[in-house]
């Protein structure tokens, strides 16, 4: 190798070094890097450093937080360990919201208390357009209590998906073609919060929370979210080069549908759009399959 080819090699190598350098630090490394608490301060306790916190809720008040940012798609990750025992009329929230009050976006993540040996329940809902009422409700069929666990809402073009743990529980189409709405003009923020609903949360309402039993404990780590910050790059969010808007993103694989198949076979407790009584005529959504 010649002198000047070597010392270009040297400088190309040094690009990538600091490029792959530059993209790595770039990740939140810490909670208040790419979130801010939105609500008692003195209920969200930093460990380790700031890598991971601790929500907590007693009869004084509850606590929530929100990230610095909003995004227009992107991948959203949280691992969480829930309330351990008795969690009864507790709801603790992981969810994206568009911050708007006419018309709203948002996908949530309500993970609604139990009593002690009950299955926990996850609900999600999504809002588009400004029009709701999407619940579907799955018992988890670990406890979500004695360790930590991954959350993620995946959001691109063609779909939502919620997953638990690499386990997809739950897919929203993009159909405009067929008229039914679909988030993508509104980017959102990244929020969670810890409170009391014991007016709903535990069979309707039935269970109430017990005060004996708090401080009411959840844990919160490894924060990720990778999407198109707004403002940011103009044309981040129509970019079809985004990782999240690739081949393998845009419909469940064989797996993943067997998976999302065994969930709602055997732990979905709740759908909207089996629900008579609510909606005698089905959602047209509901008919769109995965």
Known sequence: MTMPSLCNASVLFLFCF????????????????DFRITWSDSHIRQIDGGRAIQLVLDQSSGCGFASKSKYLFGRVSMKIKL??????????????????????????FEFLGNRTGQPYTVQTNIYAHGKGDRE????????????????????????????????????????????IPYPKMQPMGVYSTLWEADDWATRGGLEKID??????????????????PVPGPA?????????????????????EARRYRWVRMNHMIYDYCTDKSRYPVTPPECMAGI
């Not at 005060?211 to 198109?228: Q, R, T, V």
């Open 211 to 228: 005060w004996s039993k708090a401080p009411f404990l959840a844990y919160y780590k490894d924060f990720d979210i990778e999407g198109c």
């Open 136 to 179: 579907q409700r799955v018992n988890l069929w670990f406890d979500p209590a004695a360790d930590f666990h991954t959350y993620v809402i995946m959001w691109n073009h063609h779909h939502i998906v919620f997953y638990v743990d690499e386990v997809p529980i739950r897919v929203y189409k993009n159909n405009e073609a067929r008229n």
């Open 235 to 255: 044309n981040c969010a129509t970019n079809a080069g985004n990782w999240w808007e690739g081949a393998g993103y845009q419909a469940l694989n064989a797996m």
């Open 18 to 33: 600091l490029a792959v350098s530059l993209s790595v630090s770039a990740r939140p490394a810490t909670f208040l890097e």
């Open 83 to 108: 309330i351990p025992g008795d969690s009864a009329g507790t709801v603790t929230a992981f969810y994206m919201n568009s911050d708007t009050d006419a018309v709203r976006d948002e996908l949530d």
